[in-house]
C-alpha cells in the first residue's frame, strides 16, 4: 500500500540552526512527494513538490530531494527562523489519491 | 483571485444528527478532494470529485458522501454523526484529477457533542 511516515515532533531549535525532518514513504508505482506547512490557526500551503526520483524541490530556502533508492524525502533548511515555526507534513500522491504523514511540529526560539 | 473558500467555518452538532460542509474552490480549478484531520494527525482522505463525480475514495463509511456540481464547488455531508467525526475538516481544489498541486481551503471545524 501507500503510506507516508515522518519523524515525531516537537522539534526544537534555536534560530539559525540547521533542520532536517525526516520523511519516509512506501509506495507502488512512482509517486509525487510534497511537503505542505500549516501555520497556527491556518489551512495547509505547499511548501515544495518533486515529481520523479532525484528532482529537489526548493522554496522559502527550504529544500527536499526525491531519492527513490532510500524511499526518501527529507526536508531541510539551513537556517531556520522564528517564523518558520508550523508544523510540517510530507505527503505523496499515488494514482489521484494523497497520503499525508502525521506531521511534525517544528518550534523556534529566537 | 480568492483561493479555496470553506463555509462555516465552525460547527457544532450532537450525536445522530447529520451536517453538510461547502467549498468553492480555486478559480480555473476542476477537482475537489475532501480531508479529515484529527487533532494532532494529518490529513486523511475522504474521496475526490471531478465532472461532478467520486473518483476516488479513502477507507471511510458510506455515511460520508459528496457532490460536486456544474460549477465545481463541492458538498460533504455526514450523516448520523458520532463523537469520533470531531475534525477539521479540509477542502483541497487542483486541476488535472489532482496530479496536479493541491490547494487548501483553512478548513471548517466540527464538534460533535
Known amino acids: 500500500g501507500n503510506s507516508v511516515t515522518q519523524m515525531e515532533g516537537p522539534v526544537t531549535l534555536s534560530e539559525e540552526a540547521f533542520l532536517t525532518i525526516n520523511c519516509t514513504y512506501t509506495?507502488?508505482?512512482?509517486?509525487?512527494l510534497f511537503w505542505y506547512v500549516q501555520y497556527p490557526g491556518e489551512g495547509l500551503q505547499l511548501l515544495l513538490k518533486a515529481t520523479k526520483a532525484d528532482d529537489k524541490g526548493s522554496n522559502k530556502g527550504f529544500e527536499a530531494t526525491y531519492r527513490k533508492e532510500t524511499t526518501s524525502f527529507h526536508l531541510e533548511k539551513g537556517s531556520v527562523q522564528v517564523s518558520d515555526s508550523a508544523v510540517y507534513f510530507c505527503?505523496?500522491?499515488?494514482?489521484?489519491?494523497?497520503?499525508f504523514g502525521s506531521g511534525t511540529k517544528l518550534n523556534v526560539k529566537p | 483571485d480568492a483561493g479555496v473558500t470553506q463555509s462555516p467555518t465552525h460547527l457544532i452538532k450532537t450525536r445522530g444528527q447529520q451536517v453538510t460542509l461547502r467549498c468553492s474552490p480555486k478559480?480555473?480549478?476542476?477537482?475537489v478532494s475532501w480531508y479529515q484531520q484529527a487533532l494532532g494527525q494529518g490529513p486523511q482522505f475522504i474521496f475526490q470529485?471531478?465532472?461532478?463525480?467520486?473518483?476516488q475514495r479513502g477507507n471511510f463509511p458510506d455515511r460520508f458522501s459528496g457532490h460536486q456540481f456544474p460549477n465545481y464547488s463541492s458538498e460533504l455531508n455526514v450523516n448520523a454523526l458520532l463523537l469520533g467525526d470531531s475534525a477539521l475538516y479540509l477542502c483541497?481544489?487542483?486541476?488535472?484529477?489532482?496530479?496536479?498541486?493541491?490547494?487548501f481551503g483553512p478548513g471548517t471545524r466540527l464538534l460533535v457533542l
Open positions: 478559480s480555473g480549478h476542476d477537482t
Open positions: 483541497a481544489s487542483s486541476m488535472d484529477r489532482g496530479r496536479e498541486t493541491q490547494y
Open positions: 470529485y471531478y465532472e461532478e463525480e467520486e473518483r
Open positions: 509506495a507502488t508505482g512512482y509517486p509525487s
Open positions: 505527503a505523496l500522491i499515488n494514482f489521484n489519491k494523497f497520503y
